[in-house]
């Protein structure tokens, strides 16, 4: 799964830019056949909104709109659609579904927690954010990006997200472990694999990679 919170759509290369408007131009008109087709090309652009971010509208919050049946709003959850995703105005998309009267929408969309964020989330969230900002640098300062929020980790028992970060040539890949969350920074620059951290209600800390015990010596010839 991916979360973009980049919001300026220039800084996207154009033939990436095109394919995302297509592919939410399909949730826009109600082509759910087109847009499962997509999502079988590209399954990690399930809970993406339009390049730019301005409604923060993604598959699920358009099948809410247009008051979807059952079953296509059913799919799009087993591609992993996260019932918790808020756009720009906050709405989710049960939200959207009981604006709109399509109450045959609103239980099936009302989120469902599979595990539990480590108390107090408010917390852990804001820490989480301090680690994407200090490993990030000027990045976000001088590249405006809506930061993840964790809630959608607690839709599925193994729920990984990668958040690119224009400008690092890389990004964050997270994930939820008993009693935090385990983040990966990676860049393609990095002469390594990156650098794995801990997050907690109490704070960050990176995780210390094991040092390899050293190789054996290498056996003695005898002399002839």
């Known amino acids: 799964m991916e979360w973009d919170g980049l919001t300026d759509r220039e800084r996207f290369g154009e033939w990436y830019r095109e394919k995302r408007d297509r592919f939410a131009d399909l949730a826009r008109d109600a082509d759910w056949d087109g847009l499962f087709e997509e999502l079988g090309r590209n399954p990690g652009w399930i809970n993406l909104p339009r390049p730019g971010n301005r409604s923060g509208f993604a598959p699920l919050h358009q099948a809410a709109w247009h008051g979807a049946d059952f079953a296509v709003v059913s799919r799009l959850l087993a591609h992993g659609a996260w019932r918790s995703r808020r756009a720009r105005d906050g709405r989710r998309a049960v939200d959207v579904a009981r604006e709109r009267g399509h109450t045959h929408l609103v239980e099936l969309l009302e989120p469902v927690v599979?595990?539990?964020?480590?108390?107090p989330p408010k917390a852990l969230e804001r820490h989480f954010h301090a680690l994407l900002r200090e490993r990030t640098g000027r990045c976000f300062e001088e590249i405006e990006h809506l930061l993840p929020p964790l809630e959608p980790l607690t839709e599925?028992?193994?729920?990984?997200?990668f958040f690119p970060v224009a400008g690092m040539?890389?990004?964050f890949t997270y994930r939820l472990e008993d009693g935090y969350v385990k983040v990966h920074a990676h860049s393609r620059m990095d002469a390594d694999d990156g650098e794995r951290y801990r997050v907690s209600p109490d704070g960050w800390s990176r995780i210390e990679r094991p040092h390899a015990p050293p190789p054996p010596p290498a056996p003695q010839s005898s002399a002839s």
């Open 114 to 119: 599979v595990r539990r964020l480590p108390s």
């Open 156 to 161: 599925g028992p193994a729920v990984r997200i």
């Open 169 to 171: 040539m890389g990004g």
